[in-house]
């Protein structure tokens, strides 16, 4: 099965209104990243074992990690989580930078290190959340 009808079967199978949203959502992501590579995870390790939500990745950028080894891995993320939607933020390194800079201004939304949790997009604004995605995308220096 390819990326793209992953991606479309996942976000099928959410209930109203988080599938519409998930699906605004990646309308708006492939907007401002058009030849992006997709990536789809199911939330399973090699194992079959569940140990995440299923997302949807955006984008490309190489994680260097303490012991020299790299990994290549999404620049954004999407995932339907049990309470509402998940975005994810890679390759910040500073990692107040998203609370202090979009937080305040986001509306109703939990804001971590590199995550932007909320309950419904009403509950947001959309173009904080569009000015951290962007963000983010510009932090990986990497072609999109």
């Known amino acids: 099965m390819t990326v793209q009808k992953q ?9 109203e209104p988080k599938r519409s949203e998930m699906q605004e959502l990646h309308g708006m992501i492939l907007a401002l990243m058009p030849d ?8 399973k390790d090699e194992k079959g074992k569940i140990v995440s ?3 949807i990745g955006y984008g490309s950028q190489t994680s260097e990690y303490a012991n020299g080894k790299t990994r290549e891995f999404y620049q954004i993320g999407v995932s339907a989580n049990t309470t509402g939607i998940s975005v994810y ?7 107040k930078y998203l609370a202090q800079t979009f937080g305040r201004d986001l509306g109703k939304a939990s804001v971590t290190g590199y995550c932007i949790k909320f309950k ?14 962007q963000y983010g995308i510009g932090q990986t ?3 999109h």
């Open 53 to 55: 939500n299923p997302n």
């Open 36 to 43: 992006c590579k997709l990536w789809f995870l199911d939330g």
């Open 7 to 15: 991606i479309k079967e996942y976000i099928t199978a959410q209930p």
């Open 141 to 143: 220096n990497i072609p």
């Open 89 to 95: 933020i890679m390759g910040v390194e500073d990692k």
């Open 120 to 133: 419904t997009l009403a509950n947001i604004k959309v173009d904080v959340l569009k000015a951290a995605i």
